[in-house]
C-alpha cells in the first residue's frame, strides 16, 4: 500500500533553532517528493520538488533531501523564525500506466517556534 | 498576478443538502485539482481536470464531482452532504495536468471550510 509517514506529528523549538522533519514512503513506482509548508487558515505553499536523480534541493532556510535507495526524505530548516511556524506536509507522486501520476500526502508536522 | 481564488471561504450547510464550491486558477493555467483537508486524515486528492476534461480521481464516492469550464474556472459539487464531509477543500491550479509524466508546480488557494450540520 502506498504510504506517506512523517514524524514528528508536532514540534516545539526556540527561534534561532535548527531542526529537521521526516518523511517515509512506500509509494512505487516513485516520480517526485515535494515538501509544503501550511499556515493557519491557508492553503499549502511549495518549498521543494524533487525527482530520482536529486538529492537535495535548497529554498531558503530550508533544505531537503532525498534517499531514493532507503525511500527517506528529510526537511532541515536553519536559524528558525517565528513566521515558521506551521504544518509541513509531505507529498509523494507515484505514476501509474506511464503516464499517470497519483499524489500521496503524508498527514504532516506540526511546527511551532516559540520567542 | 492574481493568485488562486476559491469562493466562498466558509460555508455551513445541513445533512442531505448539496453544495458547489468554486475555484479560478492563475491565469494561464489550464490543470486545476481539488482536495479534501481534514485534522484526521490529513490533505486528501479528489479530481483533477485539464483542458475540460477528469484526467484523475481519488478515493472518494460519487456524490463528489466536478467539472472545468473553457476558460478553466472549475467548480466541485457535493450531493447528499454527511457530517463527515465537514472539511477545508482546497482547489490548486498548475500550468499543465499534474497527472502526467512530468513535474509541474501547483500553487494552492486559501481554501473553503465547509461545516455540515
Known amino acids: 500500500k502506498n504510504q506517506v509517514e512523517q514524524s514528528p506529528q508536532s514540534l516545539i523549538i526556540l527561534e534561532g533553532k535548527n531542526c529537521t522533519l521526516q518523511?517515509?514512503?512506500?509509494?512505487?513506482?516513485?516520480?517526485?517528493l515535494r515538501w509544503y509548508k501550511q499556515d493557519t487558515g491557508r492553503g499549502p505553499v511549495s518549498l521543494t520538488i524533487m525527482t530520482f536523480s536529486e538529492n537535495t534541493k535548497s529554498n531558503g532556510r530550508y533544505t531537503a533531501t532525498l534517499d531514493a535507495d532507503t525511500k527517506q526524505s528529510s526537511l532541515h530548516i536553519t536559524a528558525s523564525q517565528l513566521s515558521d511556524s506551521a504544518s509541513y506536509i509531505c507529498?509523494?507522486?507515484?505514476?501509474?500506466?506511464?503516464?499517470?501520476?497519483?499524489?500521496?500526502f503524508g498527514t504532516g508536522t506540526l511546527l511551532a517556534v516559540q520567542p | 498576478k492574481a493568485g488562486v481564488t476559491q469562493t466562498p471561504r466558509y460555508l455551513i450547510k445541513t445533512r442531505g443538502q448539496q453544495v458547489t464550491l468554486s475555484c479560478s486558477p492563475i491565469s494561464g493555467h489550464r490543470s486545476v485539482s481539488w482536495y479534501q483537508q481534514t485534522p484526521g486524515q490529513g490533505l486528501q486528492f479528489l479530481f483533477e481536470y485539464f483542458s475540460e476534461t477528469q484526467r484523475n480521481k481519488g478515493n472518494f464516492p460519487g456524490r463528489f464531482s466536478g467539472r472545468q469550464f473553457s476558460n478553466s474556472r472549475s467548480e466541485m459539487n457535493v450531493s447528499t452532504l454527511e457530517l463527515g464531509d465537514s472539511a477545508l477543500y482546497l482547489c490548486?491550479?498548475?500550468?499543465?495536468?499534474?497527472?502526467?509524466?512530468?513535474?509541474?508546480?501547483?500553487?494552492f488557494g486559501p481554501g473553503t471550510r465547509l461545516t455540515v450540520t
Open positions: 507529498v509523494v507522486s507515484a505514476r501509474y500506466g506511464g503516464a499517470t501520476n497519483k499524489l500521496i
Open positions: 490548486a491550479s498548475s500550468l499543465a495536468t499534474t497527472s502526467g509524466g512530468l513535474t509541474y508546480e501547483q500553487y
Open positions: 518523511c517515509n514512503y512506500t509509494v512505487s513506482p516513485f516520480s517526485n
